[in-house]
C-alpha cells in the first residue's frame, strides 16, 4: 500500500508564500513519478507540477508557471512544492500524487492526466485570502 501525506498547506495573503511537502510512506520515492493537483470547490481538478523519479523532468501549468517549483529530495523520500506570490485563486486544497515509474519519458500527456496517478494523498488546504 503506497500512502502519501501532505503537509505545509494553510491560511496565507495574497503575495505571501506556502511550501507544501508530500512523504511517501512504505516506499523509495525515487521510483515513482510524483507531482501535484488541485481542485477548488465546484471545479474541476487541475494539474499543477509533476517530476520524474530523477528530476530531469518536470512539467509545471501555465497558470502557475513562474510562481510554483516543483522538487523533490529522494533521500527523505519527499516532493515539494514551492508556491510563491499567492493569488486568491490559488485557493484549493492541494493532491499529492504518484505512479510508479516507467521504463520511458515522462510525457506530457501523462504528467497532466490526473488517471495517470493511482496513488493520491488526502489533501491539504491553502487558503489565500485578498
Known amino acids: 500500500q503506497v500512502q502519501l501525506v501532505e503537509s505545509g498547506g494553510g491560511l496565507v495573503q495574497a503575495g505571501d508564500s506556502l511550501r507544501l511537502s508530500c512523504i511517501i510512506l512504505?516506499?523509495?520515492?525515487?521510483?515513482?513519478?510524483m507531482g501535484w493537483f488541485r481542485q477548488p470547490p465546484g471545479k474541476e481538478r487541475e494539474f499543477i507540477a509533476a517530476?520524474?523519479?530523477?528530476?530531469?523532468?518536470?512539467y509545471v501549468a501555465d497558470s502557475v508557471k513562474g510562481r510554483f517549483t516543483i522538487s523533490r529530495d529522494n533521500a527523505k523520500n519527499t516532493v515539494l512544492l514551492q508556491m510563491n506570490s499567492l493569488k486568491p485563486e490559488d485557493s484549493a486544497p492541494y493532491y499529492c500524487v504518484a505512479k510508479i515509474r516507467g521504463l520511458g519519458p515522462l510525457t506530457p500527456a501523462q504528467a497532466m492526466h490526473d488517471l495517470t496517478y493511482p496513488y493520491w494523498g488526502q489533501g491539504t488546504q491553502v487558503t489565500v485570502s485578498s
Open positions: 512504505g516506499r523509495t520515492s525515487n521510483m515513482y513519478t
Open positions: 517530476t520524474n523519479w530523477n528530476s530531469t523532468t518536470t
